[in-house]
């Protein structure tokens, strides 16, 4: 199976600056990738350049097989996209936007509306003037739009920016359902890993133009998870350490009379009839887990790259 996007060295140079530096990622039916990172980081000129709205310096990008540069038509014939706002017209309705763009791709296209409208969830204010629509529900009239010619790669620049959490969690169910029911590959690009965390198969951490990290979002999970501390209040807390490490060659650090230690939920009980066993008083347990956020800004901070300046 050929991948549905091949993203390989892909880099832009603005003046004098490698604002995408060497991008490479490919995507399979049905994967949703997020591509994450903090303002500035190249996220939008990155999907620029996959859907052809600015040149590439260097690198390639191959959508279905067909080179986004060299077979431009066949490429993007299979990509659906909203890249910032939805370009939509607020005096029509959503429904008549929707007719405007179908038209472009022929009967096909007009004919799939209805179903497209149910699944982004519009059926009741389709047929309302844009100009009444909240942000969430220009948001899914984009997400419509960009599925009219039946894509088989979907990308959405920062689809969740403004939405409330209500909004979305519906955004997420209905890129879920693309992804599962329609086997579309999707990219989501944000600048919230948590965000994302309910969503995507694979993450994309972008940092100076540079991807730095590209883990599944299972591996995401184990390292939070492994990043977990529970923190135990107790009589003899270095006596408890020093059992720990004997015992379990667990690492801990002395806490005013707590001991600190990395531990899994699952190790916890052990852990604890042990120390019970030895005769150690535990006054409380507090896990310290890290959020998915931390998580984020440990690993931008840990793997800064070196200037980016040409
Ligand atoms: N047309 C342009 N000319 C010069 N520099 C540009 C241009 N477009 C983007 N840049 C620069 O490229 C870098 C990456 O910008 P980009 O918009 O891709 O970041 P981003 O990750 O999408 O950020 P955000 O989260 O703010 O949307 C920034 O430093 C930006 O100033
Ligand atoms: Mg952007």
Redo the contacts with the bound molecule.
């Keep these: 199976m050929i991948p549905v996007l091949s993203v390989n060295n892909l880099t832009k140079v ?2 004098n ?1 490698k ?2 530096n060497g991008v490479t990622f490919s995507l399979m039916p049905g994967q949703i990738f997020g591509f994450v ?10 999907i620029r350049m996959i859907t052809g709205l600015t040149p590439i310096t260097e690198g390639s990008v191959r959508i279905c097989g067909y080179s986004v540069s060299r077979s431009f038509k066949q490429a993007i014939a299979s990509v659906g996209a909203v890249v910032e706002m939805p370009q939509l017209y607020p005096y029509l309705s959503g429904m008549k936007n929707l007719k405007l763009f179908a038209s472009f791709y022929g009967k096909k296209a007009l004919n799939r509306i209805p179903q497209i409208v149910k699944l982004v969830g519009m059926e009741n204010r389709i047929n309302d003037r844009l100009s009444t629509y909240s942000l969430g529900m220009k948001q899914r009239l984009g997400i419509a739009q960009a599925l009219l010619n039946r894509p088989k790669l979907l990308i959405l ?2 689809p969740t920016n403004g939405l409330d959490p209500n909004g979305i969690v519906e955004m997420r169910n209905i890129l879920k359902a693309l992804a599962q029911k329609e086997n579309m590959a999707i990219i989501i ?1 944000s ?1 919230n890993l948590a965000e994302l965390e309910h969503t995507c198969d694979v993450i994309g951490l ?1 940092n100076d ?1 540079k991807i730095i990290e590209y883990k599944t979002m299972k591996e995401i999970s184990e390292l939070v998870e492994s990043k977990q501390r529970v923190q135990l209040m107790c009589d003899f807390p270095n006596y408890a350490a020093l059992l720990l490490k004997k015992k379990y060659n667990l690492p801990s650090k002395i806490v005013g009379n707590s001991v600190v230690l990395p531990l899994r939920e699952s190790n916890l009980a052990n852990v604890i009839t042990y120390l019970t066993h030895k005769k150690i008083k535990i006054y409380s347990i507090k896990k310290m887990q890290k959020s998915l956020e931390e998580l984020y800004f440990d690993l931008l901070n840990s793997k800064r790259p070196s200037s980016s300046i040409i």
């Design positions: 603005y003046g600056k604002v995408v990172g903090p303002n500035g980081a190249g996220k939008s000129t990155t620049d920062e690009s600048h972008i133009g």
